[in-house]
């Protein structure tokens, strides 16, 4: 049987399994002119009448290469002689930014996708991402580090501009489509930008992925596999989470007195559960850190954590809760002081300030560059209002008050009220933010953080 024959039935099968779209239903397909896309056009036309939707192909322009616009004609042409609706987007070079290119292009590529699926009254956008890329995403969320749950890497099926983005290819392997489009006579363009090893991603498809083909055959399928068994185990999990969630919540606040008698590793999984449900995505590994020190920390009855530029969980006594908070803001509770969370960038007044553990952060704006050796037990982190006894340790040793600092700087009375101190859990000022730091003492056995202000 021929190679073609067994790769199209795959997907006949696959999609008469899904049922994600029936006959009557308009499709939008993104097509780049790569072999992924053209596969992933091709396998839709060729699929039984009774399973053919109408097909709209969506093709961008991102004017960054000289072959896009040899690549734009071929898509016309394609799509004239095989009779299919096309619309084309161009990402004009004027728009480029100077900075971040490539999440630009990403914003206007399903900007306009969203856009398509409106003007034809779709429902549903297919992307051509395949199990290689589904590879790729794993390793690189592993290499980089990732919570467990986001090792699942891309979902077949989200939501996306009151529809859904599929991806119907993820079971699909590089050299399976293109065994596919070469049996098939296709043609296809190659981008050369992605074989610049400057790029993560292009390191690894480039190196790591034949290395694991060549070990064995089936890596990338196996990848895949566990990634499927990590999905499901997320679910499983969520499942039991949020029945937990619902035994310590009391009308709209959490019983902390119920969440502490629970283990220390199921509370470390709940409060992922229960950021994730507010924050969806954007948070760290650091800031479930920072929140479980600050419920578990017995000596700090009140505190907050920031976990996004929208959200902060609050803990007052015998509850915590999490709240909306304007963007800008980190003050404004009652106790006026919060837990930080490291490599994040907090505003105050007229600095922006960021302690962080990763030794080659740099900043070319920075005003202010101070390192602390800290142990683990002066976590987490404390900001609060300035205090007129707030002592700064000096470089001979000795101690100097914030009245006194703030007298010998000449600061005036309305910036001391806004002041804030960041010190440690343990009561020690390590700096008055955007005017002194205290001089730390080299510790071997501690660890080295950064605090940048610009």
């Not at 021929?2 to 899904?18: A, C, G, M, S, V």
Request: hydrophobic share 40%; aromatic share 10%.
């Amino acid at each position: 049987m021929p190679e073609q024959n067994i790769t199209q039935q795959k997907f006949d099968r696959l999609i008469e399994q899904k049922q994600w779209f029936n006959l009557a239903d308009v499709i939008v397909i993104a097509v780049s002119a790569g072999v992924d896309s053209m596969a992933l056009l091709n396998l839709v036309m060729n699929l039984p009448k009774k399973q053919t939707p109408e097909i709209v192909v969506a093709h961008v322009n991102h004017h960054l290469r000289q072959q896009s616009v040899e690549e734009e004609q071929y898509i016309r042409s394609f799509c004239k002689q095989h009779n299919l609706k096309l619309e084309v987007g161009n990402w004009v070079e004027d728009d480029h930014p100077a900075n971040g290119i490539e999440m630009a292009a990403r914003k206007y590529r399903y900007d306009f996708f969203s856009k398509v699926m409106a003007k034809h009254n779709s429902r549903i956008l297919l992307t051509a991402h395949h199990a290689n890329d589904q590879a790729e995403t794993i390793l690189m969320r592993l290499i980089r580090g990732s919570f467990v749950k986001d090792l699942v890497g891309i979902k077949e099926v989200r939501k996306f501009n009151n529809g859904k983005l599929i991806r119907p290819l993820l079971g699909f392997s590089k050299k399976e489509l293109t065994s596919f489009m070469q049996d098939e006579s296709i043609k296809w363009y190659e981008d050369d930008t992605n074989q610049k090893l400057d790029v993560t991603r292009n390191r690894i498809r480039h190196r790591l992925i034949p290395f694991i083909e060549n070990e064995n055959d089936r890596g990338i399928e196996h990848i895949n596999a566990f990634s499927q068994q990590l999905d499901l185990m997320k679910r499983q999990n969520d499942f039991f989470m949020e029945k937990l969630l619902n035994d310590i919540q009391i009308n709209n606040y959490y019983s902390l007195k119920k969440y502490l008698k629970l283990p220390s590793f199921v509370q470390t999984g709940l409060v992922d559960y229960l950021i994730n449900q507010k924050v969806v995505d954007g948070f760290s590994v650091d800031v479930v850190k920072q929140v479980t020190s600050l419920l578990d920390n017995k000596e700090k009855p009140q505190g907050v954590v920031e976990i996004s530029n929208h959200f902060a969980l609050k803990k007052e006594y015998d509850k915590f809760l999490i709240e909306n908070i304007n963007q800008n803001t980190i003050t404004g509770f009652k106790n006026n002081y919060f837990v930080v969370t490291l490599n994040k960038w907090y505003l105050a007044d007229d600095i922006q300030w960021m302690i962080t553990d990763n030794p080659s952060v740099s900043d070319n704006e920075a005003k202010r560059v101070s390192r602390f050796y800290l142990s683990d037990s002066e976590f987490p982190l404390i900001v609060q209002n300035t205090q007129n006894r707030d002592r700064i340790t000096l470089k001979n040793g000795g101690h100097q008050n914030a009245k006194r600092l703030f007298i010998n700087k000449k600061i005036p009375v309305d910036k001391r009220k806004t002041a804030q101190s960041l010190m440690t859990d343990q009561g020690r000022l390590l700096a008055v933010l955007g005017y002194s730091e205290s001089v730390s003492i080299d510790n071997s056995a501690a660890r080295v953080y950064t605090l940048i202000i610009k």
